[in-house]
């Protein structure tokens, strides 16, 4: 039985092109063949390319285009390594791996994928109102973007704070986008300015996102109170209007 698995990690910071293949004797004994191509940079730069050969489940040797060569890791992977180093024409090949397959199939992913990216949706707001020397609590989020590194900096007058501040790890999002959230406790102070300032690949410099004003709980039920006789005026003014219609069509008029 023979399968084959590729997996692409699209995270910039480490980039991984695994190919897997897995042989099973009759004796149940169980050897795995793994090629790997693992890099960081975008030019390929710290490409390097990797043969893992597996017994059982066991790492048995590896050949890397770092080392160039095989290293053993069990008794018998030892003299395998040995054997396969030994040959000319077999480390050759491999050496050539690491441009066969590796930047190949790489510059394909970042022209495909790791390139492209998502605009951060951000929302900078209070959750949790302050009352006396209890501070209130800001939340700026960040939802909806790609790639998963970002950034996020709360600023009080344009100037960075970094005491009070908890921020959660980038989160899956669905559909391979990302969500963060950073809180901040805050003593509310008269003229001050606080916003978010958010650094991500799909910007071409920071941007920063204000504070949404708040509305407070007198000025709520002002609006509530103005809303509720603006909609009892209307319908009174509509019941007034059917009265006096009905009033006129019921009337007779007799000339003089």
């Not at 890099?39 to 043969?51: C, F, G, I, N, T």
């Not at 003299?79 to 000319?88: S, V």
């Not at 989160?171 to 809180?183: F, L, P």
């Not at 407070?216 to 009892?232: C, F, H, P, Q, R």
Request: with cysteine; aromatic share 10%; proline share 4%.
């Amino acid at each position: 039985m023979r399968e084959r698995e590729e997996d692409i990690n699209r995270d910039r910071t480490i980039q991984n092109i695994i190919y897997t293949t897995v042989f099973t004797t009759a004796h149940s004994n169980n050897s795995q063949l793994q090629f790997m191509c693992i890099y960081s940079s975008p030019d390929l730069s710290d490409m390097e390319y990797l043969q893992i050969n597996y017994f059982n489940k066991v790492k048995h040797a590896e050949f890397s285009s770092t080392v160039g060569k095989f290293v053993g890791f069990t008794k018998q992977g030892w003299i395998d390594a040995d054997y396969w180093n030994n040959n000319t024409a077999f480390i050759q090949q491999l050496r050539g791996g690491i441009d066969r397959y590796c930047r190949h199939n790489a510059r394909i992913s970042f022209s495909t994928l790791l390139d492209k990216t998502a605009s951060p949706k951000v929302r900078v707001r209070s959750i949790k109102k302050g009352s006396g020397t209890h501070p209130a609590v800001l939340m700026c989020s960040a939802s909806r973007f790609y790639p998963k590194a970002i950034k996020l900096t709360w600023l009080k007058d344009s100037k960075p704070v970094t005491s009070d501040v908890t921020s959660t790890e980038e989160m899956a999002d669905g559909d391979w986008y990302y969500q963060v959230h950073s809180h901040l406790e805050h003593i509310p102070k008269s003229g001050e300015k606080i916003s978010c300032m958010v650094e991500h690949a799909s910007f071409a410099k920071p941007m920063t996102y204000d504070l949404e004003p708040s509305v407070s709980e007198s000025d709520t039920n002002k609006i509530a109170i103005g809303a509720s006789g603006l909609v009892l005026g209307v319908i009174l003014a509509a019941a007034g209007l059917v009265y006096y219609k009905k009033k006129s069509t019921g009337r007779i008029l007799v000339p003089h």
